[in-house]
């Protein structure tokens, strides 16, 4: 079982920017595709990202398509989120995710392992 630990969140401005890391305690990384998802204060978890095993493939919504970008670095068994242009809109709670099943998936259902999630807040 793989245990998910973020990091990185915090308050920033409206238009700063933020890196969100997710550190994977299983060492064959690679074989979880992974996302971020967010909540907001009554709210329902919702899609923000998402990478495949390899890391060739990435979706985005379209709330955060063009400033937010995903990557993993599976030699740290880490991924990441880094967020730019950031709007007061994005305030929630950070959550990563691993899917051993799918290749790739935007759906929180797929999705086995959560990690505690990070607050980010941001000012306007």
């Known amino acids: 079982q793989v245990q998910l630990v973020e990091s990185g969140g915090g308050l920033v401005q409206a238009g700063g920017s933020l890196r969100l890391s997710c550190a994977a305690s299983e060492r064959t990384f ?5 996302g971020w998802f967010r909540q907001a204060p009554g709210k329902e978890r919702e899609f923000v990202s998402a990478i495949s095993k390899s890391g060739d493939n990435t979706y985005y919504a379209d709330s955060v398509k063009g400033r937010f970008t995903i990557s993993r670095d599976s030699a740290k068994n880490t991924v990441y989120l880094q967020m730019n242009s950031l709007k007061p809109e994005d305030t929630a ?5 691993a899917d051993y099943d799918k290749w790739v998936s935007v759906d929180l259902n797929d999705y086995d392992y959560w990690g505690q999630g990070t607050q980010v807040t941001v000012s306007s």
């Open 30 to 34: 690679s074989i979880y595709a992974m």
């Open 93 to 97: 709670v950070y959550y990563c995710a």
